[in-house]
């Protein structure tokens, strides 16, 4: 399929969330109401159908950017999502599984928002998800994105933010360790990778839906930074070449955890807003750690100062 038609495709889906009919290849065969108020259609079984289509490329930085959407996996981060009241869009379930407790649930919330369900082979789940072995199910939500201006110093709640993350799963598990450790949100700078990629929100394991997530450039930063230390908040570095150990600094007022690139670290002109600038002590042959690594330390440290 044509980029363009791709594209057509997802204009269709989106156009009228209740005109199902306004979709061709969508077959509602007997069409059965349930004790949700949302249709259960006939299962899918097509690869050429529209929506398996749409959802599929998702998979894509450039399709989720012009729907919005992204797609999450499995039946207990999905509930989790719509438990913190995210809006459900699609549901794509393994057919005939629509009585079970937890999939019940998922149609409730997909109902509230106007969803669709569809039901499908586990086939069908394979090619969305591309994985051998698929979750259960799928859904797909809508993005969410804080701005900058609404990033205020929080004293019980850290920041991190993250110059040029380049590597899904460790953004991922960096909103994992973020969310863990009480973290409010993350701010990436510059060219990062997508939080919302399959990737990034699988190894987010649904933490993605409980951090906030804010996108801005290097000169942004810089000015928003002026702010947050007018406002006495603290900018904590974290880099190879700083002179004070981790355990050694000072983790008092609102705080914001900046970390660098995977490959090139943080660049002098980010090293400079910084209030202080630690780095964690490398007592091996290895000459730094994982980034995500470095972040989840720091910010059990900053929790373990906060008791
Ligand atoms: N070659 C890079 C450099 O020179 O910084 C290594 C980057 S490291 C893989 C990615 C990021 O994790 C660093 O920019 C820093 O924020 C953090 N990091 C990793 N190990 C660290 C350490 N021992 N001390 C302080 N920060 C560290």
């Given at each position: ?17 209740q005109a199902m009919v306004s979709l061709p290849q969508f077959c509602y065969i007997a069409l ?276």
């Amino acid at each position: 399929m044509t980029v363009s038609g791709l594209w057509c495709c997802a204009v269709c889906i989106f156009a009228d969330a209740q005109a199902m009919v306004s979709l061709p290849q969508f077959c509602y065969i007997a069409l059965m109401k349930n004790n949700h108020h949302v249709t259960i259609p006939a299962p899918i079984t097509s690869t050429a159908n529209a929506e398996v289509k749409f959802l599929r490329a998702l998979h894509e930085r450039k399709y989720r950017r012009q729907s919005g959407w992204f797609l999450a996996e499995g039946t207990r981060i999905c509930n989790e999502a719509v438990a913190l009241g995210w809006d459900m869009h699609r549901l794509a379930f393994l057919a005939g599984r629509d009585n079970e407790t937890h999939v019940r649930k998922l149609l409730d919330a997909l109902d509230r928002a106007d969803g669709r369900a569809l039901p499908m082979s586990e086939k069908l789940l394979q090619r969305i998800s591309r994985k051998d072995n698929p979750q259960m199910l799928l859904g797909a939500f809508r993005q969410k994105w804080t701005d900058l201006d609404a990033v205020t110093p929080d004293l019980s709640r850290p920041w991190v933010a993250l110059d040029r993350v380049r590597d899904p799963g460790n953004l991922g598990t960096i909103m994992r360790s973020a969310d863990a450790a009480g973290a409010k949100g993350i701010i990436l700078i510059d060219d990062c990778t997508d939080p919302y990629s399959v990737e990034a929100v699988r190894a987010s394991m649904g933490a993605i839906f409980n951090v906030e997530i804010v996108q801005c450039n290097q000169s942004d930063f810089v000015a928003f930074t002026q702010q947050w230390t007018n406002q006495n908040g603290q900018i904590i570095g974290t880099a190879l070449p700083a002179s004070v150990d981790y355990r050694d600094a000072d983790y008092s007022g609102a705080l914001m955890i900046l970390m660098g690139n995977e490959q090139a670290g943080l660049p002098p002109s980010l090293m400079q807003l910084c209030t202080q600038l630690i780095r964690l002590p490398m007592l091996g042959r290895s000459d730094s750690l994982n980034l995500a690594v470095a972040t989840g330390v720091t910010l059990y440290e900053v929790l373990r100062n906060r008791r």
